[in-house]
């Protein structure tokens, strides 16, 4: 019997607009009457607004309800999955570690499996390569770092069986002898020090209940950028909409507008409810038990203990 995949993952296209962000504020500040039909607000009330745009956009995109930024990546991980937007500058992987020297002081390199900092000798005028296993190199680099991942499923044959999110408690108190079933993610700040050279970066993490190798495919929300007053914004109608009705709500909130305030925010209210409603039906979704063998629970390591 053909095997299906363990879940599916529909996307619904929608047409998709294009507005400025400048656009966008004047319209703002027009309905709210904080400037004439055909004005536009000046500099400090724009960048005031994109500050409240930015805050806006990052709260939907929290929600998963700016669905135009949910994106895969598969890699192979022993369970611990490590994301940074970018090696910082002075590391390198390199396939054999140059002759050690002054200008390679500080500097990280990963030769094969390990990591090694650029040192020198103490009490010497000589230079050496230390491994350093407190440095962690990463095994994916995306930029922006992601939000938050939506799904995460481990390869099994030609199948992707999909994990379940769980608690720190939960991981922790796991044998990690099994097959993965939970995982976490938390983002990390990082410092190093090799030979008085300070590293200090954000790396995103997600981990598993398990340390056995598999490739993993994850889906994430990523972190749309911070945009500027003539950049483009691609996004359907309906979410130009709501970003423009909640851009309302909070200008009115700042220049204390209070008698159309409430308007605003229960237009902003709608907006998200509707858009909530439509994006039911554009998320990945898990179903358990389609065709495949019986044997498919056993296979999949959600078997009985019995078994």
Not at 104 to 129: A, D, H, I, M
Not at 138 to 167: A, H, W
């Amino acid at each position: 019997m053909q095997n299906i995949p363990n879940f599916v993952v529909f996307y619904i296209k929608r047409k998709i607009f294009m507005q400025t962000v400048n656009s966008l504020i004047n319209q703002a500040f027009q309905r709210c009457s904080l400037v004439g039909d055909g004005q536009a607000a000046t500099g400090t009330q724009a960048m005031n607004a994109l500050s409240e745009l930015h805050s806006l956009i990052a709260e939907l995109n929290s929600q998963n309800l700016i669905l135009s930024d949910v994106e895969t990546a598969n890699v192979m991980s022993n369970g611990i999955i490590r994301i940074m937007e970018e090696l910082p500058d002075g590391w390198e992987e390199v396939t054999e570690l140059p002759a050690a020297s002054s200008q390679l002081v500080g500097k990280v390199r990963k030769c094969g499996s390990k990591v090694y900092g650029c040192s020198v000798v103490p009490g010497t005028n000589e230079f050496q390569w230390v491994e350093r296993p407190d440095i962690k190199w990463p095994d994916l680099l995306i930029r922006p770092l992601p939000d938050r991942v939506v799904t995460l499923s481990r390869k099994m044959g030609v199948r992707y069986i999909q994990l379940f999110p769980g608690e720190r408690q939960v991981i922790d108190a796991k044998s990690k002898m099994g097959l993965p079933t939970f995982f976490t993610c938390e983002t990390q700040l990082e410092k190093h020090n090799v030979d008085n050279v300070e590293y200090n970066y954000e790396v995103f993490i997600i981990e598993t209940d398990s340390i056995q190798s598999f490739e993993y495919r994850i889906t994430y929300l990523k972190t749309l950028p911070h945009y500027k007053l003539n950049d483009k914004l691609y996004f359907s109608e309906k979410i130009l909409s709501v970003l423009e009705d909640g851009l309302c709500a909070k200008l009115c909130l700042r220049y204390k507008l209070l008698d159309v305030k409430a308007m605003f925010e229960e237009e902003f209210a709608n907006g998200v409810r509707l858009l909530k409603r439509v994006n039911q039906s554009n998320r990945p979704m898990s179903y358990e038990g389609i065709g495949g063998s019986y044997l498919d629970s056993y296979y999949n390591g959600f078997a009985p203990n019995i078994w």
